[in-house]
Each structure stands twice: as C-alpha cells, then as structure tokens.
C-alpha cells in the first residue's frame, strides 16, 4: 500500500471511530471492514494475551457463549445434521489476534472455547491477525471455519513509522471433534496490499444424501476493496474436505467495490446458490451452478433495493448497518423442497425505518417472488442484521434480526433479537423476541444511562442462525454484561468483560 493510500485508510479510520454518520443517510461507498477496528485497536495498544480455553455462563434462557474479556462481535453458529445437539460457532475478537471458536455437545446449554491458527506473519517482526467468522458441518462430522487472514509489517505497533498491509488471504479450518480442536488449516487466495482485500467470507458444505457432489465443501467471498481492477464475487471449491480449493469469479461486476456481502446455499441435488449485494447496480443479485461449482450462469437479481450500500441508523450509527442478503434451500422432504429463500435489509416504503425483506424462487433462481417484509410492522422501529436458515428436516425458514421496538430511550438505540418463522418463506407467524435482556450499542453522550459502550465496530456487519428438527439458534453480539469486571487487571485490561457472544434456543 502507498503512502498516500495508507494516510487515505487512517484517515478514514480515524473518521469512523470520531464522529457518526446522519441518521437515516444512506450511501453507496463500502465502509471500512470490520477488520478495520481491530487493526484500529491493535495498532494502538497491541494485541491482550491469548484467552486460552473458557465455558459458558447461562444467564435467564439466554447462554453466554464467549464468558470472557474483551468485546466480541461478528458471530455465526452452526448445528452438526448427524448429531443435531453439536454446535459449533464463531466471533471475531477485537482484542485480540486470532479467531475465536465455540463448541457444545449439549445443544448449546453449554460452550467450550478455543482460538483458530494462523499462519507465520509475514516478514521479521510481521503481525497478522483473523477476522469475519462462517461455519458449516458436512454429513460425515467434519466442521469448516472459514475466516480471513490480514498481514501487517513491522512497524505494526511501531508508533511514527506508519503501518504497511501485505496483504489478506483466505482460511479454511477443520475440525473432527465438533470444534474443541482444529488440526487442519488450509491458507489460500493471498493478495497483497497494493492488489484487493479479500472480505465477508460465507462457508457451506453439500450434506445433502442424493448430491454427487456430497461433503463438498463451497466458501463464497467478495475481493472489492483495495485498489483491485478486478473486485467481484469469488466462489471457492473443495472435494477432499478442505485440504485444497479452487477457485471462480461468479459476478460481472467492473472494477473494485461494486459487490459485497455474499452468501452462499446448497440444494438437494447438489446445486450451489450464490448471492450478494450488487452496489453498483442497487439490487441483490444471484448466480448458480448445477456441475459442483465449476461453471456458473448469467448473475440474476433478486429485487432492486433503496439502500445501495449502508445506512447510518441510531443503533448502528457508527459501524453503520449494511446490505447483505442470507439465503437458505428448502432441503426437506416437505412441499416446498428445492425452494430457495433470501433475506435482507431495506428501507421500509414511507423510507423512514429499516425493515428485513424476503423472497422465495421455486426454479433453482430464474425467478423470485415480490419481497414481503418477515415481521409484523411497526413505525419508527429499526431492524438489521438479519440471518436465514431453513430447517432441513422441518422445511421451516427462520430469520433472526436486530429489532428496536423495546426501545426505551426514544432515540431507537436500544435493541433485541427477534426471529420470525414461516413455513413457506412468504407468509410468516408474529416474531418471537429472543433476548431476556435489551443492548444499547450506543455511547448515549451522558443523555441517559448506557449499557455498553461503542468500540466503532459495534455488533458489526451480520449475526448468524442455525435450525434443525424444530429447534432454532440464533447467535448475537450483546452487552449486557459490559460493567462486569471493570477495573479487573486480568480482564482486557481492567477493561472488562464489554460486548459479549450470546445464543438461545428456541424449540
């Protein structure tokens, strides 16, 4: 990276972290990664000690997943099909330099904990460090962490000699015992700093009986920022459970910054559906293969949409609230098997509120139904960061989401988790709140009492969802917890426990 690129990143960094967006603006300029704060932190203070092994605290019917110091933010959760009470799951840490990875063998009334590898940095004295969490099961007990790698120089925690990137690369993880360890690593995709950032990752694998391609493993991810000539969607694919990938570029997007956010499925007979937030051309586009990723189709949208890129909502209002899509397949032996259903974000027709969107295709993508929003409608309420899983066994889709309607301070800070379920993906059944408990991500200014404190990456850009058999997962970022432990030495230092990883489930 340039020196002038390099002033351009910290300056925008410093820019984020100071000062909050308007309400309600939206834009359709990508906003720094979420990696971004954690390199901001690091670059700072440097990296807290490694956390070693921790276990879960229950708080009320909600479980606290992570139980340790520090903020946590980005999760994603994922249900073994072979023993539907393993789960597994994952976080960025913000303090710290390596993924963090979860693991329950009780249906997630408990969690153990433990950090992801990471590659030799690069050079003498090089830092580098994990981010953007995604995880899936295949059908013979093998789990996949998909995460990012991003390199930094010497100078990393040098202060006046200016921080060099080298360069980010992707991360497949795998795991044999559920999650406890992971004794595979493959290291692939590297692009250095001067060419694009690899970002959003979103794993799956074909657990599907009849799939020719079965316990192939599939990672979608975007390459738009950078400075990269090329950008676009990038599908990666593996036959020999993780040890190799190849990799395709599925979009026809020009130049850097015009896709983000993808997400990826698998249907019953082995397809494999893509799809993400085309900004340049404000819709939410899609793509499939029928031949196990090798070749893929002509980009299909979705729906149009009004927020091209982010927006600046109050419980977002510093990491602001992105466009990103979460699709499932019906893989059930119910009506709608073959059936794929998306969310996402957008704003509500009067434009005064965010809402979450779904639409259903029963031809592998060729066409979708008219999105319809997945919860019952209130004015002057928020929701966001929304994720989609369709039970495999049931066939019922479920779509948690961030949602503002408890809001107490009249400035639409504090949030929930909510989820909505339906049994076709287009007519769905009044939400459930999910939280005992209310976050506030906001830094309140000493207007009113706060629950947490904002450390510029806030929930960050996706939370996840995970059903099967009738029993749904959802995963969050919460902060109830933040005044624990404060001032403790041993504990961030003396920061304490912040923003931590919470689930439930929901029967």
Known sequence: MSPHHRILVLALVAGAVSAAPALAQTTNSPHNPTWWDKFQH??????????????????????????ECGPQSETYIAINPSRPNALAAGSNQIFRLPMRGYS????GASWGGVDLPLPPPIGTNGVDF??????????????????????????????????????????????TDGGKTYGQVTFFEFNGGENHFND????????????????????????????????????????????????????????????????????????????WNDIAANTIAFNGSFDGGVSWGTPRVIAPKRIPFDIGIPAEFNRR????????????????????????????????????????????GATWSAPRAVAESFAGVDRFNQWLAT?????????????????????????DVYLSQSGDGVSFVPSLRVTDAKS????????????????????????????????????????????????????????????????????
């Not at 990296?47 to 997943?65: I, R, Y």
């Not at 036959?239 to 020009?254: E, P, S, V």
């Not at 504990?491 to 923003?499: A, K």
């Open 42 to 67: 690091l670059v700072q203070d440097g990296p807290d000690a490694a956390a070693g092994a921790t276990s879960s605290v229950s708080v009320g019917n909600n479980v606290d997943v992570s139980n």
């Open 104 to 107: 329950s063998t009780d249906g």
């Open 130 to 175: 994990g981010s953007d969490p995604t995880l899936a099961f295949d059908s013979s007990n093998n789990l996949y962490y998909g995460y990012i790698v991003v390199f930094f120089g010497a100078a990393f925690n040098t202060p006046g000699l200016g921080v060099s990137i080298d360069g980010t690369e992707m991360a497949v993880a795998r795991s």
């Open 200 to 275: 959003k990752p979103m794993i799956t694998a074909d657990s599907s009986a009849k799939s020719p391609f079965r316990d192939s493993v599939y990672i979608a991810w975007d390459a738009a920022l950078g400075g990269s000539s090329s950008g676009g969607i990038r599908v990666a694919r593996s036959r020999d459970h993780g040890l190799t990938f190849t990799t395709t570029r599925i979009d026809d997007a020009k130049g850097p910054g015009n896709a983000i956010g993808t997400t990826i499925t698998t249907g019953p007979q082995g397809q494999v559906y893509v799809a």
């Open 321 to 364: 609230a992105l466009v990103y899509p979460a699709c499932d397949t019906d893989r059930s032996k119910g009506p709608h098997r073959g059936r794929i259903t998306c969310s996402w974000m957008d704003l509500t027709p009067d434009g005064l509120d965010t809402d979450i969107f779904a639409s259903v295709s029963d031809d592998q």
């Open 391 to 415: 039970d495999p066994v049931t066939g019922m889709v479920n779509v948690s989401f961030y949602d503002t309607r408890n809001d107490s301070t009249g400035g639409r800070f504090e949030t």
């Open 440 to 507: 506030n991500e906001h830094d309140c200014d000493g207007l009113f009492p706060c629950r947490s404190i904002n450390y510029g990456n806030q929930q960050g850009d996706y939370e996840g969802v995970a059903a099967f058999d009738g029993v749904v997962h959802p995963i969050w970022t919460d902060s109830r917890r933040n005044t624990e432990r404060a001032g403790d030495p041993t504990c961030g230092r003396g920061r304490g426990i912040m923003e931590e990883v919470f689930t439930a489930a929901v029967r």
